[in-house]
């Protein structure tokens, strides 16, 4: 089975700062999906990678695939209070598995 | 359009007791999930159902039945709940079976005494 490890588990920033969260499969990555969740809530799409070497971007947070295609990592620019939540990626399949989740807090 | 829809969002039980957790979505998506959520555990999937007729086993099944009921429903059954099944359980569902995002209900936060 598939297995994603993020890194780190959680993360405490000064608004304004800039992070990096990192996902990291036990397996080739077919597509890779970045979730957010804020507490207590349900799971907001970010974006979806497939291709090695691909980058998106929503507003102030932008991700990348590598190109062996097992590692993504999400870099959130200029962090805002809004930031803050849980990080999820999730490895495409059939089956769609998760990582544990990185706990972002952002200090005003 | 509602999306996905879940009830009950919080119940109660004491161990030993049964329910259903009903999860419906009105976006003709043939894929539909349930996960759940533990602290520090991420999302931990449970079954899917990659079509309607048919389902499978995630990662940690054991515990729980599922029926898809129809394309738009799939509900999840605790027959004999456990105080290990405390958790938030979601519902998920795309279009297709890869290649698609998922989209996701609110969640039920279930504690078992």
């Known amino acids: 089975s598939q297995e994603l490890e993020q890194s780190p588990q959680s993360l405490i920033v000064q608004e304004g700062k800039n992070l990096t969260i990192n996902c990291t499969s036990s397996?080739?990555?077919?597509?890779l999906y970045w979730y957010k969740q804020k507490y207590g809530e349900g799971l907001i799409f970010l974006m979806m990678l497939q291709k090695g070497g691909e980058e998106k971007s929503h507003e102030k947070i932008t991700a990348k695939l590598d190109e062996k295609k097992q590692q993504s990592s999400l870099h959130i620019t200029a962090s805002q209070p809004s930031h803050a939540g849980i990080y999820l990626c999730?490895?495409?399949?059939?089956?769609?598995?998760f990582g544990t989740g990185t706990k972002l807090q952002v200090i005003p | 359009n509602a999306g996905v829809t879940q009830t009950p969002k919080f119940q109660v039980l004491k161990t030993g007791q049964s329910m259903t957790l009903q999860c419906a979505q009105d976006m003709n998506h043939n894929s539909m999930y349930w996960y759940r959520q533990d602290p520090g555990m991420g999302l931990r999937l449970i079954y899917y159902s990659a079509s309607e007729g048919t389902t499978d086993k995630g990662e940690v099944p054991n515990g729980y039945n599922v029926s898809r009921l129809n394309k738009r429903e799939f509900s999840l059954r605790l027959e004999s709940a456990a105080p290990s099944q405390t958790s938030v359980y979601f519902c998920a569902s795309r279009s297709g079976s890869t290649n698609e995002k998922l989209f996701f209900g609110s969640g039920t936060q279930l504690s078992v005494l």
């Open positions: 397996k080739t990555l077919y597509g």
């Open positions: 999730g490895a495409d399949g059939q089956k769609v598995t």
